[in-house]
Structure formats: C-alpha cells, structure tokens
C-alpha cells in the first residue's frame, strides 16, 4: 500500500516538474525535437512508477534495525536468567482456522475501508471495459480483410472503423479504415504515420497506460499524464514524417485535417491504440490540439536542439528522484525533523526528578537515562530529565529519540482488544509452551519454556509475547493499524508540534505486521507519544494534546476507549505490579499500576561493558498513580546499566526509579495516600 501511495504522489510531482520545464523552454524560446519531448517524459513517467520499488531495495536510515527487530524478541523478567532472543525464520507454513481468520478482520468500517472498497470497485469495472474493448478490438481486426503481411507486422482494412489505428497485440497491427483506399495519398500518409507510432513503441506504451489506469484510474495526475504522453506522441511522429523526403507538409496537414475531421463525426477509439486523429473527449481542446499540429508541421525544423531537452531532462529527473526519497521518508513516516520551540516543565517537579535520575545513575551504574514526568489528566509535560554521561547532549534530547516501544506496546495492544471486545480478561491462551511460527518466523518468549496456557490479565502481567501476540491477532491487523494512529504514534500525532520532539514511526503492513506490534519490536516511537498514549488509559479513555508545563488550557484530542473499559486496563496494570514483571514498582504509600520494558537503546550493544554479548541495555518502566484517580504519570528509561553481563531489566532497573518518583512528587503535589 506504501508504494501505491508513493507512485499516486509522484506521478503528480513528476507532472508539476514536466510543466515548470516546458515552460522554462518555452519562456527561453528553445526549440526541442518532439521525439526528445517525449521521450523526456516517458522518463518522468517511468521515474514515477518505478522509482518506489528500487527505493524498497535501498536502505534507508529511517527503517534502521526495523527488519532485524522483526526477527528477534527481547528477555523481560526480574529474573537474572532471563535474556535476550531472537527469532530465527522458519519454512514452516502456518495454517489457520476458517474461524481465526474471521476473527482477524476488523468489525469497524472506517473512511479508509470505504476508500479501499470504492477503489476496488472502480478497478473491477476499469477492468472490465478494458477486456470489453481488447475483444473488440481482436473481433475488428479478425473481421478485417489483409493488406500486407509479415512476421511482425500486418497491414488490415476494415469497414467498422472509420480512423486508422495502431495496435500491438501478439503482433504489430495496423487498421486503416475502407474510405481511405479511395484517396491513395491519404492512404499512403496514413500508413506512413501508424508505423512510425510502431517505431517509436507508442503502441506498447499505449496498452501499458491503460492497464494501469485500472489501478490508477481516480488520480487526475494518471489522466494528465495520458494525455500528455499522446500530445507528444502525435507531435514526434508529425515532426518525423514532414522532416522525410517524399512528404510534403501540406499533403500531410490536408491529410490529418480530413481524418480529423472523420474522427469527430465518428468519436469511437479503441483502448490501448495509437491514431493519426487521437481522440480527446473534449472537442474544444481536440480542435486546439489539432490547430498546434498544424502549426508546428509548418513550422522550422532546422533550429531544434536535442541535447538541451536531455539537459534538462537529466536535471529534471535527478529532481524527481530526490523528490521521490522524500516522498519516500513521508509515506515512510521515517524520522522527521526535531521540532522547534521551548520545553518549559514544573520547576519544583522538575529539580525533584533531576535528584532522583543522578542517584539512579550513580546506584546502577548506568551512562545514560531519562525521567518523564506528566499529568494524564491536562496533557502536560511537568519535568523532562535526561542525563549521559557519556556524551554531550542537547538539552531534553530524550524527547526527540526514537526507540523502539518494546513491551510497552502490549499495553496499547491490549487496550484495542478489550474496548473491542475480542478478548476478556479471564480468556485463556495457548501459549505455545514459548515458541510459536507467526507468517515463517519463529518468536519465543522471555523465559525458558514459556507458558502452556495463561489467561489475558496472567499474559498482560507476565509479559508474555506469544500470549500477547495471540490477543493482538483477535484484534486484527486493521484494527491494530487503527490503534496506533488512534493513540497518537507516527505522522499527525501527539509529538507532531511539542517543542524538541520527533515523531515516531509506524509499522508498514506485511507479513510480520502483528508480531511487531503486539511486541513492540518492529517500530520506533518518541518517548512523547508513549507518555501521551499511555496518558489516555490513565484518565479513563482521552488522548489528550500534549502541552508544556505553563499552559493553562488542556485540550480532548480524540476519545480511545470508554471509560469503563479503560477502568479494566488501569486493573491489569495494576496487576503488573502486584503479581506481575513490575513487582518493584509497588509503593507503601499508594497505590501503582505500570508496565516494564527491556531492549535495546537504538538497536546498540555496548561491547566494552558487556564483553560484546547480545543482550539488553535499556531498562524502562511507564505507570501513574494512584490507581483509582491517577494524577501523575512517570516513563523511566536507564540506558547501559553496570548488569555484571546479564543485561539490562525494566522490572528491576527503572520500576525501583518509578516508585522513588511517585512517592516524591505525589508527596510535593500534597496528594493524599491511598494505602495508608
């Protein structure tokens, strides 16, 4: 679906470009061959719809560690055994249920599914006008009494047509019409002109277009450029014919009037054909087009220059390819720009968690790490510590890093399937005793054997990806894609506009689409989006507009779930912490409720401080409290922490850091405590 995108919106950066050229050369009065013309944009054309899939060979930086994520899943555990893994592919074939793959298609009907279905609409019915009008043309032809005949080529004459026509089947046909063979000269001119279609290609080029515009048949950018590339070819073959010795430029402009003529008495062409009277529907612009054929048959031919048209044409198409990496990069949703502006937090709040993080930095040993601090209920953003010891940084740098969301994922997985209703939390799941084959790819869990069969709220607590993985597919691929936009990740979300952030990446749809969402390892998200997200299931369903700490006025931007069903997720979270991976983020003082995550920060393995083994270094642990009324969120990240080579874990490096930062600042904040 990406490159579909990508070639609709190149075909109109393309246009644009052809336009701004011809009328730099018009405007410097530059004559060039129409045969340069043309093939000048049948690159362009070319550029358009090929350029996307060499782009899929390339790669890009943006989608850095994104293929690899998808064949590993990552250890999460207090335990100091547990560690990383990696998915290994498989040839294994996965057969379904007819009944697991009803439930994988989403129940909602969007704009994009009514856009899907009109497309597919309209493609049938182009497509069936296309095999109706290739069948006529084959009857038409078979109907036709021979001319002249050769192995590549043969020359017809019909009494159903009433406009010579070329056509490229299984062999190179011309069609002339029976009134012709009245007038040899005409006849003659007429032939002359439908072979040089053929030697020029115009004729393969013509079924090409028309079988894409099954696809591409809504995009105006596709119809101007058919339009163009038959302008052009008409122009070429003029220019070519009235330049040879033989043709005379007034037999040849008498000969295209009186066909043109026919052919707006009779306006029938066939698809996928090339004509000496091209048929435009529109019979004003039909009359200009043919006045400018006229015009440019008479016209000198002496001072036309080609190799400043492929000047051009090079410079124009270098242009493209850098517009297409760019459209690229869009539809990619890859890593944009840091936004500009000024992050201002909660003074008090913020000193709080500055202490906290250097003493957090100091006890684990860790080089970097960061603490976020907001108000789920306001959006707003009250402390941003970030602290690495190792290099020097921007200040609240962590906010435009793009890190993989890792099993904090699961928590928006599941919270699309319990507002969905696909699963309960007392569901219980084959976990596959911790190995499941997902489209060819092997995913294990983080323990040892995993689990045979867990419920929904024992899977959430657990972390267990294949557990996990299994509700995600109940939900479905287009409800999970639907998610993601939802809760505020990628293009249009919640780190769009927040001062020194980035957006984040989506995942493109493909065989691996569930597994990365639901584990979290196939894209990267801005801490913002996370704090954002995970905001919305704390307040009880909004995604709010993430703010600075000073503005006053908080803003809905969308409702994500219901409340009561974002009243079960605020329970499962809790759980997490009472019986769950997150046990260390329980607090005497109130009541907590979080999820862990382990990874690795940007994809990186510190091999001096782990003797080169792949295993974890980033810790992290997002949760609010208190439970029943949230006020405070908290999203701890501690980066290469000193693990004795066991890597880095969420429950046990950034959870403790959490606690310490929800009882400090709800303290600050005067909030009573709910467990006392």
Same mark, same amino acid.
């Given at each position: 679906?990406?490159?579909?995108?990508?070639? *609709?919106?190149?075909?109109?950066?393309?246009?644009?470009?052809?336009?701004?050229?011809?009328?730099?050369?018009?405007?410097?009065?530059? !004559?060039? &061959?129409?045969?340069?013309?043309?093939?000048?944009?049948?690159?362009?054309?070319?550029?358009?719809?090929?350029?996307?899939f060499a782009l899929k060979l390339i790669p890009a930086s943006e989608l850095e560690g994104s293929s690899s994520a998808v064949l590993r899943v990552y250890a999460e555990d207090l335990s100091s055994q547990s560690t990383l893994t990696r998915a290994k592919v498989q040839t294994a074939k996965i057969v379904r249920s007819t009944e697991e793959a009803a439930e994988k298609v989403g129940t909602n009907v969007s704009l994009q599914d009514l856009a899907m279905a009109f497309w597919l609409l309209g493609s049938v019915v182009t497509f069936g006008f296309f095999v109706r009008n290739f069948l006529r043309i084959k009857k038409t032809i078979q109907k036709s009494i021979p001319f002249r005949k050769s192995k590549r080529l043969k020359?017809?004459?019909?009494?159903?047509?009433? /406009?010579?026509?070329? /056509?490229?089947?299984?062999?190179?046909? /011309?069609?002339?019409?029976?009134?012709? +063979?009245?007038?040899?000269?005409?006849?003659?001119?007429?032939?002359?002109? =439908?072979?040089?279609?053929?030697?020029?290609?115009?004729?393969?080029?013509a079924m090409c277009l028309e079988f894409a515009g099954i696809f591409f048949f809504f995009n105006p950018a596709f119809s101007w450029w058919k339009n163009i590339i038959v302008e052009q070819q008409e122009f070429s073959c003029d220019d070519a014919l009235t330049g040879q010795a033989g043709v005379s430029s007034q037999d040849y402009g008498s000969c295209l009037i009186r066909v043109a003529e026919t052919a707006l008495l009779h306006r029938q062409m066939y698809v996928g054909t090339t004509s000496m009277a091209a048929i435009i529907k529109d019979s004003n612009y039909f009359k200009k087009f043919l006045m400018r054929r006229i015009e440019m048959i008479t016209e000198d031919k002496t001072s036309k220059r080609t190799y400043l048209a492929w000047i051009m044409a090079l410079s124009l198409a270098s242009l493209t390819v850098g517009l297409a990496i760019g459209a690229e990069k869009f539809v990619r949703g890859g890593e944009g720009k840091i936004n500009e502006g000024i992050v201002k937090t909660d003074?008090?709040?913020?000193?709080?968690?500055?202490?906290?993080?250097?003493?957090?930095?100091?006890?684990?040993k860790a080089t970097a790490g960061f603490i976020i601090v907001a108000d789920p209920n306001t959006g707003k953003i009250l402390a941003v510590s970030n602290m690495d010891k190792a290099q020097k940084r921007e200040p609240y740098w962590i906010l435009s890093q793009l890190m993989e969301t890792a099993s904090i994922a699961k928590v928006f997985t599941m919270a699309k399937?319990?507002?969905?209703?696909?699963?309960?939390?007392? =569901?219980?799941?084959?976990? =596959?005793? %911790?190995?499941?084959?997902? *489209? %060819?790819?092997?995913?294990?869990?983080? &323990?040892?054997?995993?689990?045979?069969?867990? $419920?929904?709220?024992?899977?959430?607590?657990?972390?267990?990806?294949?557990?996990?993985? &299994? /509700?995600?597919?109940?939900?479905?691929? &287009?409800?999970?894609? @639907?998610?993601?936009?939802d809760f505020g990740f990628g293009v249009g979300g919640s780190a769009e506009s927040f001062p020194a952030a980035r957006v984040g990446e989506r995942p493109a749809p493909g065989p691996q689409f569930v597994p990365q969402v639901t584990t979290g390892f196939g894209f990267k998200s801005s801490p913002l989006e996370v704090v954002a997200a995970f905001g919305a299931i704390a307040n009880g369903g909004e995604l709010m507009k993430t703010l600075n700490g000073d503005e006053k006025f908080s803003?809905?931007?969308?409702?994500?779930?219901?409340?009561?069903k974002a009243e079960i997720m605020r329970l499962m979270l809790s759980g997490v912490v009472k019986r769950g991976t997150g046990r260390r983020a329980?607090?005497?003082?109130?009541? $907590?409720?979080? !999820?862990?995550?382990?990874?690795?920060?940007?994809?990186?393995?510190?091999?001096?401080?782990?003797?080169?083994?792949?295993?974890?270094?980033? #810790?992290?642990?997002?949760?609010? #409290?208190?439970?029943?009324?949230?006020?405070? =969120?908290?999203?701890?990240?501690?980066?290469?922490? *000193?693990?004795?080579?066991?890597?880095?874990? %969420?429950?046990?490096? #950034?959870?403790? +850091?959490? @606690?310490?930062?929800?009882?400090?600042?709800?303290?600050?904040?005067?909030?009573?405590p709910d467990k006392i």
């Open positions: 679906m990406n490159t579909f995108l990508q070639i *609709n919106l190149l075909l109109a950066i393309s246009g644009f470009c052809f336009i701004q050229v011809d009328k730099l050369a018009t405007f410097s009065k530059i !004559k060039i &061959k129409s045969v340069s013309v043309l093939r000048f944009a049948q690159i362009l054309l070319g550029i358009s719809f090929l350029l996307p020359i017809v004459v019909s009494s159903e047509v009433f /406009v010579p026509f070329s /056509v490229r089947m299984l062999s190179s046909w /011309v069609v002339l019409p029976e009134h012709l +063979v009245a007038n040899k000269k005409d006849f003659d001119l007429a032939i002359k002109h =439908e072979l040089q279609h053929h030697r020029q290609g115009d004729c393969l080029w003074p008090e709040i913020q000193k709080i968690t500055d202490d906290i993080l250097t003493r957090a930095l100091q006890r684990t399937a319990i507002d969905l209703g696909v699963t309960t939390t007392d =569901e219980k799941h084959n976990c =596959e005793n %911790g190995k499941y084959i997902y *489209n %060819g790819v092997e995913y294990r869990d983080w &323990k040892q054997g995993g689990w045979k069969e867990l $419920t929904t709220s024992e899977a959430f607590e657990n972390s267990s990806n294949i557990c996990n993985m &299994k /509700v995600g597919e109940k939900a479905g691929e &287009k409800n999970l894609m @639907k998610m993601l936009e803003q809905v931007t969308r409702r994500v779930m219901t409340e009561n329980k607090s005497d003082l109130y009541s $907590t409720a979080g !999820k862990t995550a382990t990874s690795r920060f940007n994809n990186v393995v510190n091999s001096e401080s782990y003797g080169g083994k792949d295993i974890s270094n980033y #810790a992290g642990f997002i949760g609010f #409290a208190p439970v029943s009324h949230p006020e405070i =969120e908290v999203y701890v990240g501690i980066i290469n922490p *000193n693990t004795d080579r066991t890597g880095a874990h %969420g429950g046990e490096h #950034a959870a403790p +850091v959490f @606690k310490e930062v929800i009882e400090n600042v709800l303290t600050h904040l005067k909030v009573m």
